[in-house]
């Protein structure tokens, strides 16, 4: 009781001060109908301010959420995509079997956990593995780029060799005309590659499109990858011709796992094709 009286003093006048305010504003509301009507718009306005700010708040914590839900979406859309892409393009004498209609890719979604860009071996965590029938050599994509390789699958997680690798390199084509090649990565710029093994004779433009080959079981064919940004002849034949990347693998977060459903057949046949 002597504490709350104590406090009363000491509050006393910031008290009497914000009762006669309180005050002061019903009789100045009271007095006209201009006065009453500023005031009111004046509390909407604080009121409209209050509530902007709370979501604003809101939809920032809710981002979180916001993109593993679009993640989600996008990969059941992407397995959509493939399927009637797979049934439009199969040969007219297969359709008749039910092996045409079935799809060749599937995809699973995965957050990146652990990524790194600042080291010529770059790698990333993914967490999805096993359990969700993630295997070594499935590639992983978002829907402007090829992200990179799983190299190991635990049960939870899973281990990915970053594009940004100079130990690795994949096929890709100029969209224009099909010319395929190998695209690496130099260690210098995170958002440049290297395509080569395009012939001289071909026409390329900066500017033109890079997409992925298709050449492999890994990656489907036509996933965009870049653009050109330069080009310039080296050794002889061949261009060596930089690609801006559309990734900027400083900021992804939600990829795709792709899963070749007749990898195993692939690989069987590409062993036996070897040793002839």
């Known amino acids: 009781m002597n504490t709350f009286y104590r406090l009363f003093l000491r509050l006393r006048v910031f008290l009497v001060f914000l009762v006669l305010e309180i005050i002061a504003l019903a009789l100045l509301s009271n007095s006209s109908y201009f006065q009453q009507a500023a005031i009111v718009e004046n509390i909407r306005l ?6 902007g700010i709370w979501d604003n708040w809101t939809y920032y914590f809710s981002l979180k959420k916001s993109n593993e839900q679009l993640a989600l979406e996008n990969t059941e859309l992407r397995n959509r995509l493939q399927y009637y892409q797979e049934k439009s393009n199969a040969p007219i004498e297969a359709t008749v079997t039910d092996s045409a209609d079935a799809p060749v890719y599937s995809y699973v979604s995965a957050r ?28 992983v994509i978002v829907h402007n780029g090829i992200v990179g390789l799983v190299v190991t699958a635990y049960e939870h997680y899973s281990l990915v060799k970053s594009l940004l690798n100079v130990n690795w390199q994949v096929s890709a084509k100029l969209a224009g005309n099909g010319f395929f090649g190998s695209l690496y ?9 290297i395509l080569t093994e395009i012939p001289q004779h071909v026409t390329v433009h900066v500017g033109d499109t890079v997409i992925s080959s298709g050449l492999s079981s890994i990656f489907p064919s036509d996933i965009p990858i870049g653009t050109v940004h330069s080009y310039r002849v080296k050794g002889g034949n061949f261009y060596e ?36």
């Open 241 to 276: 011709i930089t690609v801006s990347l559309f990734i900027d693998f400083r900021k992804i977060y939600a990829v795709n796992v792709v899963k070749h459903l007749y990898r195993d057949e692939w690989k069987t046949l590409e062993a036996s094709e070897r040793y002839e």
């Open 46 to 51: 604080v009121k409209a301010r209050v509530d």
């Open 112 to 139: 990146i956990v652990a990524n790194n860009v600042n080291t010529l071996h770059n790698y990333m965590m993914l967490n999805v593995g096993s359990r969700q029938g993630i295997e070594p050599d499935m590639g």
């Open 185 to 193: 990565w130099d260690g210098k710029n995170d958002r440049e590659m």
